[in-house]
C-alpha cells in the first residue's frame, strides 16, 4: 500500500514562501514520476508540477513558473514544491501524486497514487 502525506501547508502573507513536502511510505519513489496539484473552492483540480523518476525532467503550469520549485530526494523518500512570492491566487488544498509513467503527466487520471492535500491560504 502506497501512502503519500503532504506537510507544510498554512496561512502566509502574499509575496511570503513555502516549502510543502510530500512524504511516501509503502513503496520507494525510485521509478515513479511525481506531482503536485492543487484545488481551489469551486474549481478544477489543476495540475502544478512534476518531476520524472530521475529528477531530470520538470514541468510546471503556467500560473507558477518561475516562482515555484519540485525536487525529490529518493533517499528521503520525499518530494518537495518551494513556493515564492506567493500570491492570494495560489490559495488552494494542494496535492501530491505519484505516477508509472514515462511521459509528463499533467492530468489527475494520469496518476497512480494520491495524498490527502494541505491547505494553502494567502492572505493580501
Known amino acids: 500500500q502506497v501512502q503519500l502525506d503532504e506537510s507544510g501547508g498554512g496561512l502566509v502573507q502574499s509575496g511570503d514562501s513555502l516549502r510543502l513536502s510530500c512524504a511516501v511510505s509503502?513503496?520507494?519513489?525510485?521509478?515513479?514520476?511525481m506531482g503536485w496539484f492543487r484545488q481551489a473552492p469551486g474549481k478544477e483540480r489543476e495540475f502544478v508540477a512534476f518531476?520524472?523518476?530521475?529528477?531530470?525532467?520538470?514541468y510546471y503550469g503556467d500560473s507558477v513558473k518561475g516562482r515555484f520549485a519540485i525536487s525529490r530526494d529518493d533517499a528521503q523518500n520525499t518530494v518537495y514544491l518551494q513556493m515564492n512570492s506567493l500570491k492570494p491566487e495560489d490559495t488552494a488544498v494542494y496535492y501530491c501524486?505519484?505516477?508509472?509513467?514515462?511521459?509528463?503527466?499533467?492530468?489527475?487520471?494520469?496518476?497512480?497514487?494520491w495524498g490527502q492535500g494541505t491547505q494553502v491560504t494567502v492572505s493580501s
Open positions: 501524486a505519484a505516477a508509472v509513467t514515462t511521459i509528463v503527466p499533467t492530468t489527475p487520471e494520469k496518476y497512480d497514487y
Open positions: 509503502g513503496r520507494t519513489i525510485g521509478g515513479y514520476g
Open positions: 518531476v520524472s523518476w530521475s529528477g531530470a525532467v520538470t
